[in-house]
Each structure stands twice: as C-alpha cells, then as structure tokens.
C-alpha cells in the first residue's frame, strides 16, 4: 500500500503473491512461518497447512524475508507482474557432523566470509574426478599436479598441511606432507564439498591456515525410503572411465544405510603429440554407514576404503641431475611406449581405510552433545626401478595409523548463538617398513594432539553477525630417526641437541628427537547486510601450522626431482595472520563476489636450494628448509549472470601473489593468474538440452625464485645451466560440453552429458605440475557420462 | 521395538564413556616401543673402481669412494698413475658397496642384469683416449664391464664413467642417445704422457 502512494504514477496495486512454506527435508509443510516483505512492511504468518498470503501489491521487485523458530531463515527475491504462486522452502536446523550448511532457495547464503561450496549436482558430474580437480573449480582454488592423475588443492597460494580437509567428520591423515600425495578422498560418497574460510574452520583444526574443506556425505531424510545412483562415464583420452554406485534406505523410524562402491581404470594418456607412458590409473573404493537418527539422539557407524594404484610417468624418473638435464632439454619425452593399461614402475599404491563411530544426544544443559571415535589406516607403497634382489620391493613403504576421540557441546547460551565448544584428541603411529632396504624417508614416529575450541556467533541485529573462534592445540611428536654420521655432524646437531643422540653405529646415528608445541588460534568475522542484496563479510585469523615430519625429518634422495632434499630439526611453527573481505551481491539476475585477501606468515616454511652435491652418481643440488617471513595476498572474482531463462555466463578469476617479505624474493609454486568463462545456452526447455562452452585462460607466471644451478654434462665437457625455475607460458584451453536431462526408466531421473575437453588439442604444460620438465599435459579428451538417480 | 527398549539414555551414557577409554586402552601398548632396527642399503653403490692393464704390464687403478651415499662428503678420487702414450689398455669396471662388511660386490647384479644395463666412458678437456666395448649382454649389445681404452697422443683431460640403468638398446653409443637413469657418473683426472 505504501508503494502505491509514493509511486511516481497511478498504478494498479490488485496483484496477490501466495504459497506454501515447504520444509526442505520431507516436504511437510511449515506452519507459523513468519513471511516478510521489505518494501510494503507486510508480514504474515503461514497457516496450518503451510499457506500464505499477500494481497493488493503492485507490480515491483520485493525481497521476502522467511523465518521459522526451528529453521533458519532465508531471504528471497521477486519480480511481482501479475499474481504470483511461489513456495518457499526452509531447512530445519538440521545439525549433522557439527556443522551447519544453510541453503537459501537461489542456493547458498553463507553466514560469514566465503563457504563456497559444490553442491550435488555440480558433484555429480564430477564425481570421477579427484577432489583437486573438483575443487579447482573454486575461485582461489587451483592444483598441484604430478602428472593429471595425481592432483591436490591448492588454496589462496597453500596447499598440503596448510590446508585441513575433512571427509564425513574426520580429518583426513594420510602423509599429506608429500606434494605428490593426492588426499584418499573419493568424491563418489560426498553429497557437497565445502570450502571453509571463517571461523567455523577453528572446530577442526588450528593449523589450517589455507583452509578447510568439507567432505560431507548425503544427508538423509527420516523417512522411509530407498533411492540411490548410478554414474557411469567413458573418456577418450585413457581410454578408460569410471562407474559408482550408491544406494540408502531409510525408515520413518530413523534407522538408515549407505552402501558406495565405485571403480576407475585408466590406460596411458595422451599428450597432443605422444603418449604418457605410464600414467594409467586403476582404483576403487567401498564405502558404508549404518545409523538411527530419533532428532534427540542418535548414531552413526561408518566404514570406508580407498585404494589405488598410480602410475607415474616414465620420462619423469631420473637417476641424477644430469638425467634432469636431458629431460628439460628434450622437446619430447625421453620414454614413449605403446600404449598400455600396465602400470609399472615407478608407481604408487595407496590404501586408506577410514572407520568411524558417532553418536549424538540433545540434552537440556549442554545442548547438542556429539561424540566420535575414529581410526583411519593409510597404507602408502611407492615403487621405483630398482636392481637385483630389490626389483620388485617397493622403495617406499610408510605404515599411518590414527585414531581420534572428538567431543562437542553445543548449549544455549544467552548473548552467543550457534555457539559450540570441544575438545579434540589424537594419536598417531607411523611405522616406515625396513623390508624396502632403502633408508626411511620419513622416520617411525608417534605424535599426540589434543586440541580445545569454542566457536559462535552474535547477531546484533538481522543485518550485522558478528562470528568467532579461539583454539588452542597442544602436540607431542617422539620419533626414531636414523641419520647419516656425516649430515648429524656437519648440522652439529650433537651440539644443539644433545639429548636426541642415543647411539652410534658408524656410518649412522640412532636418535630420538622429541618435541612439544603449544598453539594458540583464534578468527573473527562480520557479516554485514548493507542491503538486500548487498553485503559486506570480513574476517581476520591467526593461524599456527607445526612443521611436518617431512619438513624436520627429510633426508636422503628425491627421485623424480633429481634432488636431495634435508629437513631442519630447529624448525619452529609458522604463525599466519589471515585478512580477507569478501563483497557480495546477489539479485535476480547476477550473483557476484569479490574476495581480496592477505596473509601475513611469520617463521613460513620453504624449501630451496642451497649447494650442490657431489656423489657417485653426479651431481645433485641439494635443498634445504629455511624459515623467513612471507606474505601472500591476491584477489578472487566469480560473477554468475543469469542473462536470460537460457542463457547463463560465469566468470572466474584468481590472482595469487607470495614473497618473503623482508627481501621481496617471490615464493616457489605460486599460482600463476587465472580467468575462467563458462556459458552455457538451453537449446530447449524439453530435456533440459543445453550446451556450453568454457574457456580457461592461465596466464605465465612472471614472478618465480631463480633455483637453477650448474651441473657438469661429461659429454659436452662443460658445466651446463639447469633451468627448473623458468615456468611455461601461458596457455588457454577451451572445453565443449552437451547435457540433457532423461527419464530412462520410470521414477527415474538420468542426465547424460557429452563433453569435449581441450577440444583444440592445445600443447600446454601448467607451472604448478611436477611433469612439466619432462613432457606435456592432456590433450584433447572425449567424454560421455551418464548419471541416474533412482 | 526390541531396539527401543534398549536405546534409552541410560544405556547412551554408558556406551558414551566406554567411547571415550577406547583410545587410550588401544594405543596403550604403542609407547614406549623398542627403536626400530637401522637400515643398512644394499642397492647403495659407495666405490667404482677402474683397473686399466697394458700389454706390457703396466696397471693403473682410479677409484672414486664416497661412503656417506647421499650424505654431504664428498667423493674420494684417487688415479695411481699416468698413462702412457700409444697404448691399448684393457680395463674393467667394479662397483662396490662399502657400507657393508664384506663389501658387496654389485657389478655381479649389473652383470646378470646385462640387458637392463650400459658403461659408458667419456673423454673432455682434449683428452686424446678411445674406449671400446670388449663384452655383450644376452642381446649381444655391449654392457661396458669390460672395456678397451687405446692413447694416442700426449694430452691431459678427464674421463668420465657412467653407469645407465635401462638405457635404449641398442643405441648409437652416446649418452644422450642412450638415455635411461644415472646410477653412478664419476669423473678422473688422467694425464697421457
């Protein structure tokens, strides 16, 4: 009514807007839903069977805002022109693995700075992929590759310890120290992936100071049912694919089960102009729960396995660095076999076995009390070519078993919302088998952590959250390392820790470093609505990582990197003050988010090179692990047009920067900028048949540390300059994709997509993939895949 | 309806403490273990030694020693003597691994393993010496254990001998032609006179 007496011309105001407020989980409807409109100040309240109504509006655009006692609310936006019917769906408050995804009807509203996510439908098509390939579809989300098989997440710059992922409430362990270990996560069993950056992230960890991912499996409905899916996918180039299945059954009782099985099998890929000799994949994972949820409480038991076997590429293994020399320098790589589905050595075989135990009660005192146990093995066999008796050892056999105990409150306190505090314990085993006959990468050792948080929020008022966290972790690691005599005393560690040495036996030393930390963390945030469909978020944190087995224990030969690599038992932990803000506009037409960042790291970690060695087989330079300050900041960029009901445009872009501050020396692996596109046209509404293009632009990185050294070729007679440093140029790849939507069977839903990735064949090598010195990456590769949910 | 009855809180709270002692009785037994037994390499070659015979008896032995494997010493090189001008030497290879007592002799495993194996010796620095292979593998392509070095005239230089594991073979006799893994690449200083 308001509207119509201010408007600039006599309109008619006979329009009504009407509906039902539906909940999300079992399609019941919601009664004593309070529905508002911002502009006229209208409220009302939904009736018995869900239903609302507004009369006497005038054409216009209206934001609604949907609040419900036991869901959590939800703002929508609408274009009135004449009378409308529109339901309005909410989410009970349904807390699941301590962790609570709020879905707004146009997708997501997150509470505080960035919870991106990949929800299932995004998942679905991608549920082949690696987690590392998934996630690059992230703004500020890149991959550190070794080779196309083997991938890990790279956020905002960080990666490996500096990032936490969680898969179904536990935290992963499975020797993520190593940039060639990709996370045993099998995106077959998630429902969504999320990308945490505020302060919800400190419930996890105090260590993740690039970020924590969020795994989470189906979250089913208490009800009866039986549903599930199938994907099937072939691709080109491997000529191999990818099937998984999963299945739940669920009772109006709360009882519910979960069985996944998936498998993937890839032969050589293809490079534009030759194979990849040895980069075939062959894995499968088996995954299953079994719980009752009766809303006051509940269980969960869990079992899953992941196991692989990795090849890894041929022309990538190398003897010395003269071998690296020859690599470089050769336009092609130096082994190219037929094609073939054997994988050989060297390769990787990993098992990772994850059980878990949870329970859950709501109590008057403390709230929502959760419980969990968990134990995870991670079995880890690398093989390299070896000779005589140990032909066919592996070279690297590292035995990982964790158990944690995890506890989580979450009462009602008077001026805290979502308020939650837990303790955490863990221990942790790592044997390294002395059956390889090649001395241990990474020593035995055990380590126990116990770590404390209290998270919440605090509404001021409906347009300004304030979110917090403090956390503080203690860890205790007991290792047994045997060191070269020679590297023992040249480090004069027998001077600086004495007490570590516990004998000699020549040419080694046995000893038994010790060490104990104590880190505190905290993180704030504001979420500011400036206007409906504007808003503010920002969020300061500090972090604190320990150093890694690999990073203080480090010694000996890294194969395919052509160098020996030494930890640094003085490391201390690194400290990272995290700033970033994020702007947010969503309306009907354009979601858009614009993200600068800056991390401000004491005592950061690096590796580098820091002489050269000479041994039996030649050269090899050596790197070692220093500490400095360094900064990391950069800016992140998704715009999401819905420029017609066809046509819809996204656009992505990510710009990292990272120096040591002090000396403006660049840091290594920083990833170069990135500009995405993605459009995508509906050809007809009948099937959903659409088609889309998506180009992806990387640009060179320019600014990179110079490691490059002199290595003496007995051939040219002459000391030659190995360059590892320079990284490749830009390139812009083009990906093509077809989808529609089927009912193949009846009460069956299937949607089959045919896709041409790198459809010009483009010869591209990426800065941050470790084959990049020998050999080039994917070509063109044809994939179809279909996936149907019953 | 069984289930019910025995899913009461009283028997939550009861599971819920069993939870949290698990852990501790499970790990209970891991501390305090025994160090772990120490790795002595096999594969881990620490001495290449050159035993070079003339027709007329004179011998010239050069070895190159490195006993800390990857460690930071560097190699030991020692030639005991110089070349003569105009001679035909045969020469064989040795590898060792010292580390060990008695030392493991790992040209037999090179040896036996002919096919999967190359030497190669190299000159620089103006070194006026040819070698030749003198043995084959079981495809009749050379392996370099075996070996003939022939001086022509005075001259000073290096030779370099490296040994490839899983090289091309055949191939054209050069190491970049050849390619395959550098296991061991050792340089001396060797004077013709």
Known sequence: MLLCSVGLYAQECPYSLSGKVIDLHD?????????????????????EQGGYRFVNLCPGNYTLLVNHPDCNGIQISIKLKENLEKDLTLEHHYQELNEVIVRGEQGIAPKSVGIQVLDQEQLSERSHETLGDALSRLSG?????????ISKPIIRGMHSSRVTIINSGVRLEDQEWGTEHAPNIALSQAQSVSLIKNSAALQYSGDAVGGVIIVSPERIAVKDSLYGHLNLMGQSNGRGGYTGAQLIRSSAAGWYTQVNVSKRKLGDLQAPNYLLSNTGVDGYSLGTRLGLNRFKFGFELGFSRLANNLGILSASHLGSAQDQFAAINSSTPLIVNPFSYDINRPKQNVTHDV???????????????????????????????????????PALDLDLKTQSLNLVLAPDINFIDEFKAGINFKFQDNVSNPETGVKRLIPDYSRWDIGVFLVGEREFSPNLILDFGLRGDFSRINAFKYYNTSLWDQRAYGLIFPEFFVSSLGTQVLTNPKFDYLNFSWSTGVRWQIKADQSLLF??????????????????????????????????PERSLNFSVTHELKNEWLDLSLSPFYKRINSFILMEPTGVQQTIRGNFQVWDYRQTNAAITGIDLDARWRLTDEITFNQQFSLVKGYERDSKRPLINIPAAQMNHELNYQLTPKNNLTVGIQSRFTWEQNEYPDNNFLVYIPELDSQELLDISTPPEAYHLLDVNLKMTLSLL????????FSIDNFMNVNYRDYLNSQRFYADDLGRNLRISLNTKF | MYFNQILNFKTLKVCFTLFMLAPFVLSCGSDDDAPPPVINEEEVITTVILTLTSNNGQE?????????????????????????VATTYSGSVRLLNETVTPAENITDEVSAEGTEHQFFYTMGGGLNLTASYQDVDNNGNPIGILFDLTSTSASSGTLTCTLRHEPLKPNDGTLSGAGGDTDVSVSFPVIVE
């Not at chain 1, 399609?27 to 009736?47: H, K, Y």
């Not at chain 1, 989300?141 to 098989?149: I, W």
């Not at chain 1, 079995?379 to 390299?384: K, P, S, Y």
């Open chain 1, 27 to 47: 399609n019941s409807a919601l009664a004593g839903a309070q529905i508002f409109i911002e502009e006229t100040s209208d409220v009302t309240l939904s009736d």
């Open chain 1, 141 to 149: 989300v890149s991959r550190l590759q070794t080779g196309a098989t």
């Open chain 1, 355 to 393: 059980f878990s135990l949870k329970g859950f009660i709501k109590t008057k005192t403390l709230g929502r009390v959760d419980l969990q146990y968990d134990f995870q093995h991670n079995h880890r066999l690398e093989f390299d070519v070896r000779r005589g008796n140990f032909a066919d050892k």
């Open chain 1, 539 to 572: 969020n300061a944190s500090l972090g604190s990582r320990n150093p890694n087995v690999s990073e203080l224990f480090s010694e000996g030969l890294h194969h395919s990197a052509a160098r020996i690599e030494v930890g640094e038992l003085s490391l201390k």
């Open chain 1, 746 to 753: 009846p009460k069956t839903i299937s949607y089959l997509r």
């Open chain 2, 60 to 84: 010239i032995v050069m070895t190159s020693q490195d006993l800390d494997g990857d460690g930071p010493n560097e190699p030991e090189i020692t030639v005991s003597g110089n070349l003569s």
